[in-house]
């Protein structure tokens, strides 16, 4: 929810919090009663979007996600300094030219495309560990390489994932809150209207003010 929306749904839960406090205000007055039973189920509906969309934050996804592909980047990058010395010396311009980047061109454009570079890396690594160990191009540094990858994939795609259900929850709450910016503007009526309660109406309308929660701006009535 953006700050306004925030602002918003904690002025209709306290709005409700009074109806909870003071029942006999507006018991058996059925206007009321219908709209509460429309507007509570919004707000509650509103309250766990809401939570559904603090969950699916994508920052943690990023972060892991970031660290798990430059750590791919940084030990491919090595691995292909010494095929690429490897090649050099034994004169093999096929493997020179399949393992000739930059750190930066290595890890360089979209997570896939730099996850099957690292990949052809290992798979290149793989073949030629017989014959270059003494390049530290071994059977355990290939697998380490690999694990590396293996584990960067998921957490790219969870991050997408995640960052999907985090745009579908937000795409659902103007309207949601369109309908109830609606109803609560029929309940203002029928509390002004229909109530004869000196105590209730006041705390009502205070509660219906919304607050700006991060201490900026005036107070304003919801219109």
């Not at 925030?6 to 219908?34: M, Q, R």
């Not at 919004?42 to 592909?69: F, P």
């Not at 530290?136 to 259900?165: F, H, M, N, Q, W």
């Amino acid at each position: 929810m953006n700050r306004q929306q925030i602002n918003l749904h904690a002025s209709c839960k306290a709005s409700l919090s009074v109806f909870d406090t003071y029942p006999t205000a507006w018991a058996g007055v059925t206007p009321i009663e219908e709209s509460l039973g429309v507007i509570r189920p919004i707000v509650a509906e509103i309250t766990r979007r809401g939570l559904k969309q603090q969950q699916a934050d994508t920052g943690g996804h990023t972060t892991l996600k970031n660290n798990a592909i430059d750590r791919c980047v940084s030990a491919s990058y090595k691995m292909a300094l010494r095929l690429g010395a490897y090649a050099d010396k034994t004169g093999d311009p096929v493997l020179q030219k399949a393992v000739n980047y930059s750190e930066y061109a290595l890890g360089d454009g979209p997570e896939s495309e730099v996850l099957d570079r690292c990949t052809t890396i290992a798979q290149l690594a793989e073949q030629y560990a017989p014959q270059a160990a003494a390049y530290k191009v071994t059977a355990a540094e290939v697998t380490t390489l690999k694990t590396y990858i293996a584990e960067a994939r998921p957490l790219s795609a969870r991050r997408d994932e995640v960052g999907a259900e985090r745009v579908s929850h937000t795409a659902s709450l103007p309207e949601l809150f369109k309908e109830l910016k609606k109803h609560f503007k029929t309940l203002d009526k029928e509390v002004e209207g229909l109530l004869d309660d000196d105590e209730f109406e006041p705390i009502y309308f205070a509660a219906r003010r919304v607050k700006d929660l991060r201490g900026r701006g005036e107070e304003k009535k919801e219109s």
